[in-house]
């Protein structure tokens, strides 16, 4: 079955500055690659998703890379904000196997 | 659409006793889910249903949970007997399999305490 990992588990950032989350995975046949963000007592949503025909996506200050080859994919955050502080959940396959999560941190 | 609900959005029982958690995924979404969410562990996948179809129970820790889907409107998480280490978050995700997009979306959670 697919296996997720995700680092860092922890990622502290100035505002302003960039964050990148990476993950990896280990199912070659996996083809579907979601971000959720989980705000403080709240729940999982999904806010970019890529498909292994595309290598990059874009939206806004949010965009995701994906490396086939490596079996990698990866969230850039751009222009970080107080309000990207949360955790985020990288995932793999349409059964949405989850990575362990990234709690970022914006730093005033 | 309200979205997917689970009830309760608490629960706090003592050890040995039955719980068991509700999750109504919204209308026309034909997979649901059971995630476990914890500090130590993430968010695993217990359980997944497709068209009201166990697809994959792999997650499902031991035997003293069970879950069943018997319409597309409703579905259950039962842990009989419950233990201190079964306290999680446990959110029911629903979504409609329709190429290109997976996306699931989450009920709010129901928060289990175990003691």
């Known amino acids: 079955g697919e296996n997720v990992e995700q680092h860092p588990s922890t990622l502290s950032v100035q505002e302003g500055d960039s964050a990148v989350i990476k993950c990896t995975y280990s199912?070659?046949?996996?083809?579907?690659f979601p971000w959720y963000k989980q705000e403080l007592g709240k729940r999982p949503q999904l806010i970019i998703d890529?498909?292994?025909?595309?290598g990059e996506k874009k939206d806004q200050r949010i965009a995701v890379t994906l490396n086939k080859t490596a079996k990698h994919f990866s969230l850039h955050i751009t222009e970080t904000q107080p309000e990207d502080s949360a955790v985020y959940f990288c995932a793999a396959s349409e059964e949405d196997i989850f990575g362990k999560g990234t709690r970022l941190h914006i730093l005033p | 659409d309200a979205g997917v609900i689970q009830s309760p959005r608490h629960e706090v029982t003592e050890m040995g006793q039955e719980v068991t958690l509700r999750c109504k995924p919204i209308s026309g979404h034909n997979s649901l889910f059971w995630y476990r969410q914890t500090m130590m562990r993430g968010l695993e996948l217990l359980i997944y249903f497709n068209n009201n179809v166990p697809i994959d129970d792999s997650g499902m820790p031991e035997d003293r949970f069970s879950a069943k889907m018997p319409n597309a409107s409703f579905s259950t998480l039962k842990i009989q007997p419950s233990e201190p280490r079964d306290s999680a978050v446990y959110f029911c995700?629903?979504?409609?399999?329709?190429?290109?997009?997976?996306?699931?979306?989450f009920g709010p959670g129901t928060r289990l305490t175990v003691t």
């Open positions: 199912d070659s046949a996996s083809n579907y």
């Open positions: 890529i498909r292994s025909n595309v």
């Open positions: 995700a629903s979504s409609v399999v329709s190429p290109p997009s997976y996306e699931q979306y």
